[in-house]
């Protein structure tokens, strides 16, 4: 009697083992998709936040403030900038001034690179040359606005870090490099537009030579304190303007270092 009584309760046991077990799986899977729903749902939150944002830093600090290139302007309502800045600095992505990056690097004031691109005047046919990767902010705008966009960036840190995220949000059109920003790429010259984002203590010469006739060239020149300097290359000649005062990282490598100009 005992021998038919013992299979009898290991499969009540069992029986009441699938049941918890179902029941444990059950609760697991829903707990999983209410928490799922909420990140979804403080995502969506945070991207309506992010998207008023930029809204709001494109017409107060962009357009209000003189940039009238249409393209351009759309470009900063599409590129989501608090994509391209540390975590911890992305409740301030649109704010009116520059923010770390890491290795001693910033990521530029909007407005400053609304300036810089709006004076190369790009048409979505050039082939544009990039100083100082940086977060790939700038990179990215100059790729919405242009054919062809590669970029130098000399910490090799952020230049991957540069990289994969730029192919992570879709940019087949920019191509990234670690290397010395002052001599230029050569092998993809001429370049239609040349825009430098660390300041040279004067304009390199490397550059100057890359820069393809009837091209234009943004950078910032000087020590401390710099001046924005407008170059267009016209008939072989190198004409500079000068357009507002302006303060960025300084230029680094052996070119700078060695004096070559």
Known sequence: ?????????????????????????????????????????????????????????????IRNRGIKDERLLK???KVERHRFVPEEYQKFAYSDCPLPIGEEQTISQPYIVAL???????NG??????????????????????????????LEPLAKQAEKLLKDLGYENITVKCGDGYIGWEEHAPFDAIIVTCAPPYIPQPLIDQLAEGGK?????????QELKLIKKQNGKINVIDTIPVMFVPMTGEGVKNGQN
């Open 1 to 61: 009697m005992y021998r038919r009584v013992k299979p009898i309760r290991c499969l009540l046991f069992r029986g009441v083992r699938s049941v918890l077990f179902v029941v444990m799986a059950f609760s697991l899977l829903s707990n999983c998709k209410k928490e799922l729903k909420e990140r979804q749902e403080t995502g969506e939150r945070e991207e309506k936040i992010f998207t008023q944002a930029r809204e709001k830093m494109v017409k107060t600090q």
């Open 75 to 77: 470009a900063m309502l």
């Open 116 to 122: 810089m691109t709006e004076l190369l005047k790009l």
């Open 125 to 154: 046919d050039e082939k544009v040359l990039e100083i100082g990767t940086g977060s790939g902010y700038q990179a990215a705008i100059l790729a919405e606005l242009s054919k062809e966009v590669y970029t130098i960036e000399i």
């Open 217 to 225: 060239m943004v950078v910032p020149v000087g020590t401390d304190w």
